[in-house]
């Protein structure tokens, strides 16, 4: 079943996947019992010659009990549902785990925009580095990534990671993740944002840590070789 389902990557992606899997089997059985009792009484109390047809008002508990039974167990499961939802809602966008590294997501039409903040640690210094629409991480470590928009909303999504949060112009929204293993992993946009939105996808790459310092040395060295070319 969990084929319907990207691979889950990341460490809070089961506890997604339980709540997920808690929704469909619930509604997926309730879906069942009232549809299969429907056909039931279609079929039971179908016309017949000499047979008259009752006339229901709804008064009185027996037949008020038909509503009220059912709505009491389905306010029951929900309540069920929201209390395990809110588990893992608190877990994951309550308070992030410090991060191991934190990295700024930018949505514009129609890319995203990674920056990260070179060797100083900062940002809106000169050696920050800007990636478009590639996010490179380590694996293993808490990643914060600082979303916002500069045009309209976006949505940061990373199926793998069971991570989804819509960017506005004007808000500074923090998400956070812990990706298990090292890989390629695609990132859409998941809100419809203009013309181009089909074509704005990024690749989250996934790297051992000994490969991201790696690719992080090479990006900043080809910075560093760029700005000392054009002051020349
Ligand atoms: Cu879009």
Redesign the pocket.
């Known amino acids: 079943m969990s084929s319907w389902l990207p691979r889950n990557v990341s460490t809070f992606g089961g506890d997604v996947d339980g709540i997920f899997w808690l929704i469909f089997y619930m509604t997926a059985a309730w879906f069942v019992l009232t549809e299969g009792l429907i056909v039931y009484f279609a079929f039971r109390f179908r016309r017949r010659v000499g047979r008259r047809a009752a006339y229901v008002t709804g008064s009185g508990w027996k037949q008020l009990s038909w509503v009220l039974v059912p709505v009491a167990v389905v306010i029951v499961l929900d309540v069920f549902l929201d209390l395990r939802g809110a588990e893992v809602w608190a877990r994951i966008k309550g308070q992030p785990p410090p991060p191991a590294l934190v990295v700024r997501g930018t949505?514009k039409?129609?890319n995203w925009e990674f920056t990260f903040p070179g060797r100083d640690g900062s940002f809106d210094t000169p050696d920050d580095l800007h990636v478009e629409n590639n996010l490179h991480v380590p694996a293993g470590k808490v990643i914060h990534v600082v979303l916002t928009s500069k045009d309209?909303?976006?949505?940061f999504f990373l199926p793998h990671l069971r991570l989804k949060q819509d960017v506005v112009p004007g808000r500074q929204i923090t998400v956070w993740f812990e990706a298990t293993q090292p890989g390629e992993y695609e990132i859409?946009?998941?809100?419809?944002?203009?013309f181009?939105?089909?074509g704005?996808k990024g690749m989250l790459y996934v790297h051992t840590q000994q490969d991201f310092d790696k690719w992080l040395a090479e990006r900043l060295a080809e910075t560093d070789a760029l700005a000392a070319r054009k002051q020349r």
Do not use: D, W, Y
Request: contains cysteine; proline residues 6%; glycine residues 16%.
């Open positions: 949505g039409q129609f309209v909303i976006h949505s859409p946009c998941a809100e419809l944002c203009g181009g939105h089909s704005m």
